[in-house]
């Protein structure tokens, strides 16, 4: 359609049909959920609201979609298509390493090609829009949702969430294989007190702008087609309701053009928040916000038709609302072809097929950051091993937010194993439970496990002890099960379960060669893990092809790369923890603990157990002193940093070389070091590579005293190394 037909569009139709488009729905209405009693009723969905509705959330599948879709076309008046919604956040049914995982590879261009495979199989079975990529900044490990982003970097989450975006909706959201996404949550929303979902956030305007708003802003301008409200308050107002952040900082300031959607029932809850006295002033405020889209709160539909008859609401507002999801149902192409890409024979040649799966597997591969290694890894052929943990058998290895993951496409450690022949002697044993007997958990569609008994219980540690009594080494499989990480998975107690770690003292009293594999959704305190075992790998949640891809890395055949996203902390006591943090007026001095008057702990370390940036591979390099090519530099120059990097271990691998940049002295306090850029390199036992990096004056761009994006004048810092702990800078001068 052209512009111009869209707006005859537009004007012909009826306020009730407008309403209808910013009314979002679930897809179980269209297929059987009866609305005429109950909650859902009383939230305003009636049988003639959802005949309206402009787009439905959670029906996938060809077929089961474009049934959906032939019966609202009949229904509706002008024959308009539905858009079709879905959290497609690692993968469809192709599964990849959650987000925090794909940080870890420091690889953006992976990440896009991940969510390009994502975008074929969501399209084929009937998608038009994923709620992703999340470009939240996390820094507190107690946040489950920390797995949906990719850590606590400004600049690296850029990278992710232009990729992620390009990635999803290609060249062209009407070409085949492209899907719209949403970048989420706008904003701040990674950033809850106490780290508890759905809590209030408080971050001044200055921090708001200068580390949460630069990802949100990256995907805006790779040219996100929707962007979803936060739940939080920023600055004291919900930010659904929040017309400053939406009409002035998103549409105005970033340029943001798109649809505007609200998270779950957002808009309702801006009565719980005390922001609204009822649902009709919900409705008011967010439409005034710019709010275009309902996502299941029934408000709009309840409420917009009497505030516009009465004068309350401009039916202008409406008008631009829905002339913004009719502009995203025009780019997608629906009216020419409402079913765009649903095709049940294309389904069954795409999901799952051996390209994916390889690009699942790489993705694993690259994700897992290697923390601690005394020998161990990679595990030599000669010596027996024995399997342990609740991994080894268990499929879930896919992370909270893979709704379509399907745990029978999922290959155990146990059959990876066997299958590769990586191990023909190797003992398996579950030692215990996923979980503790007193843990209750939730997920979104998984019941509970089944209680094992105390006897029971027992029974599988004795016999893990033993099995790691006859064996040379240990491979332990520990970590969260995938319901203690996620959407409403808070946890004050950031540990793996204390029935695991029970097993593993067990297992370390009787062996002295163990390697812990560690899943989990965010990061953990570790302390007794690294203490206890001589290796530890961080697996995070990989994914389909998952264990597959910890059989190469385990056995040698790939050596791990991955870099830490986030920092893990040294116990729950740090959290938030950063690396990029502000300088104080008393710095604590390594060493110098008797000193009380210096920002410190008396009962901890300041510093993580393991920062940002950090991850070892099976050989080991050297970085020299950083090279500058100059010491001055004026506005329009491009100073050169380099460093020459030696693999001076006895194996080939690849290591994350990333730079750093400190502002001496500015008109506002700066971080002590920030990530600037990165870049990967592979050498040979011995080989040596000059590796230089570009700085200009936009690397030296923050939020000054002014309110503005400008570099200043003076001294900085450059630092060059293999992860957050670079030290050895060299200085130039600016200006």
Not at 281 to 307: C, I, K, N, S
Request: charged content about 25%; aromatic content about 8%.
């Amino acid at each position: 359609m052209t512009k111009e037909a869209l707006q005859e569009l537009l004007e012909d139709m009826s306020l009730e049909e407008k309403i209808g488009q910013m009314n979002q729905v679930a897809g179980s209405f269209f297929l059987g959920a009866s609305v005429a009693t109950g909650p859902m009723a009383e939230k305003g969905f009636t049988q003639e609201n959802i005949d309206r509705a402009g787009s439905a959330i959670g029906v996938s599948g060809a077929a089961a979609v474009k049934k959906v879709q032939k019966a609202y076309m009949e229904k509706h008046p002008h024959r308009i298509p539905l858009l079709f919604m879905l959290d497609v956040i690692n993968g469809y049914k192709t599964v990849f390493p959650i987000p925090l995982g794909q940080g870890a590879a420091f690889e953006p261009e992976l990440s896009m090609r991940c969510a390009r495979m994502a975008a074929r199989e969501a399209a084929v079975s009937g998608l038009h829009v994923t709620f992703s990529p999340m470009a939240d900044l996390v820094r507190d490990a107690r946040w489950g949702r920390v797995m949906e982003s990719t850590g606590e970097d400004p600049y690296l989450n850029s990278l992710y969430a232009t990729a992620m975006v390009r990635g999803y909706q290609g060249n062209d959201l009407r070409d085949r294989g492209s899907i719209a996404a949403c970048i989420k949550h706008f904003a701040g929303y990674g950033a809850p007190d106490a780290g508890r979902d759905y809590n209030t956030v408080e971050l001044s305007e200055h921090t708001l702008r200068q580390f949460y708003l630069p990802a949100y802003e990256a995907g805006v301008q790779a040219g996100a087609a929707l962007v979803m409200t936060a739940f939080n308050t920023v600055e004291g107002i919900p930010a659904t309701g929040n017309r400053r952040l939406m009409r002035q900082i998103l549409r105005d300031e970033m340029g943001f053009d798109g649809v505007l959607i609200s998270d779950w029932a957002a808009i309702e809850e801006m009565l719980c928040h005390g922001y609204c006295a009822d649902r009709t002033q919900a409705a008011r405020r967010a439409v005034a916000a710019g709010v275009d889209m309902d996502m299941m709160a029934g408000v709009y539909a309840e409420q917009l038709a009497a505030l516009v008859q009465g004068g309350e609401v401009p039916e202008t507002l409406i008008d631009e609302a829905v002339m913004r999801i009719l502009t995203l149902k025009n780019a997608l192409g629906l009216f020419e072809a409402p079913f765009k890409d649903a095709d049940e024979e294309k389904e069954k040649e795409i999901i799952l097929c051996e390209e994916h799966r390889a690009l699942a597997r790489e993705a694993a591969r690259k994700s897992f950051v290697l923390l601690k290694n005394e020998g161990v890894l990679p595990l030599a052929p000669d010596t027996k091993t024995a399997y342990i943990g609740p991994y080894v058998d268990s499929r879930n290895l896919m992370g909270a937010w893979s709704l379509t993951g399907e745990t029978k496409d999922v290959a155990t450690l146990r059959e990876a194993v066997l299958e590769q022949r990586a191990d023909t002697d190797a003992v398996f044993c579950c030692g215990c439970p996923m979980t503790d007997r007193d843990m209750k958990l939730e997920g979104f569609l998984e019941c509970m496990d089944e209680m094992v008994s105390a006897e029971e219980q027992q029974r599988m540690m004795d016999e893990a002890v033993e099995a790691a009594k006859a064996c040379g080494r240990v491979v332990m499989l520990l970590g969260e099960d995938r319901r203690q990480s996620g959407e409403a998975a808070s946890s004050a107690g950031i540990q793996i379960p204390g029935i695991q770690q029970e097993l593993l003292d067990r297992v370390c009293a009787v062996c002295d060669q163990v390697a812990v594999v560690l899943f989990s959704g965010r990061p953990l305190d570790i302390r007794r893990i690294a203490e206890k075992a001589q290796a530890v790998l961080l697996a995070w949640m990989p994914g389909t092809e998952g264990a597959r891809a910890l059989v190469d890395v385990l056995s040698g055949r790939y050596a791990p790369s991955g870099k830490l996203p986030m920092s893990f902390p040294y116990c729950a006591g740090q959290v938030p923890v950063h690396y990029n943090e502000y300088p104080t007026g008393r710095p604590h001095v390594p060493g110098k603990d008797k000193d009380r008057f210096r920002s410190k702990y008396l009962d901890i370390p300041n510093a993580p157990l393991y920062p940002f940036g950090f991850g070892l591979t099976y050989t080991s390099f050297r970085v020299s002193p950083v090279r500058l090519d100059r010491d001055h530099m004026a506005k329009d120059d491009v100073l050169t940093a380099s460093v020459t990097v030696r693999n001076t271990g006895p194996a080939e691998g690849t290591e994350t070389i990333q730079l750093y940049i400190h502002d001496v002295a500015a008109s506002v306090v700066r971080p002590i070091k920030e990530l600037k850029g990165f870049c990967k390199v592979t050498l040979q036992p011995g080989e040596q590579k000059d590796i230089c990096f570009p700085i200009t004056e936009r690397e030296l761009r923050f939020l000054t005293e002014n309110g503005r994006w400008e570099s200043e004048p003076g001294a900085f810092e450059v630092f060059i190394g293999t992860s957050s702990l670079a030290d050895m800078p060299a200085r130039f001068v600016y200006g």
